[in-house]
């Protein structure tokens, strides 16, 4: 029975240390996200939103910064209370990525049948990109002022 233990004792040794020598003499690459340029979001509402058509729409203005990537896409979402009723929509753009600051005015619809109007909502943007192999989002969620 002892010498069964000391066998596979030995066996398991001898595994680890072909394994240790092979992982050592292996040649080594970086590995892929090391070697791409690597992918930068973000996104961040501004306030104050201003009404389009009389509340049919509503402008939001929104920061985006993005690189590794020629362009995004930004998803904005608006959602008001307007009396006993819920006026909301959403909007996709494409922004392109420059690596620099920029701002762009969505102008998001209401798909509720009740129009935008004057005092706050809450508002939240996404901002997706890829590069050639990974992607990733960002997002950003604000109570933003509704003006004229």
């Keep these: 029975m002892i010498n069964t233990a000391l066998i596979k004792i030995g066996a398991g040794a001898g595994a680890l240390l072909a394994g240790a020598g092979v992982a050592l003499l292996s040649p080594s690459?970086?590995?892929v996200a090391y070697s791409s340029p690597p992918l930068f979001l973000d996104v961040s509402i501004q306030s104050p939103a201003h009404l389009v058509a009389k509340g049919a729409a509503v402008a939001v203005?929104?920061?985006t910064i993005c690189s590794g990537t020629n362009q995004a896409y930004l998803q904005v979402q608006v959602t008001e209370r307007v009396g006993k009723?819920?006026?909301s929509g959403s909007k996709y753009v494409t922004v392109g990525c420059t690596g620099s600051r920029q701002q762009t005015v969505?102008?998001?619809p209401s798909t509720s049948g009740t129009a935008f109007s004057k005092g706050s909502a809450y508002a939240v943007a996404?901002?997706?990109g890829c590069t050639y192999?990974?992607?990733g989002e960002e997002n950003n969620n604000?109570?933003?002022k509704i003006t004229s």
């Design 133 to 135: 192999y990974f992607c």
């Design 85 to 87: 009723k819920v006026a």
């Design 126 to 128: 996404y901002l997706d």
């Design 106 to 108: 969505v102008t998001v």
């Design 61 to 63: 203005p929104v920061t």
């Design 29 to 31: 690459s970086p590995a």
């Design 142 to 144: 604000a109570t933003i």
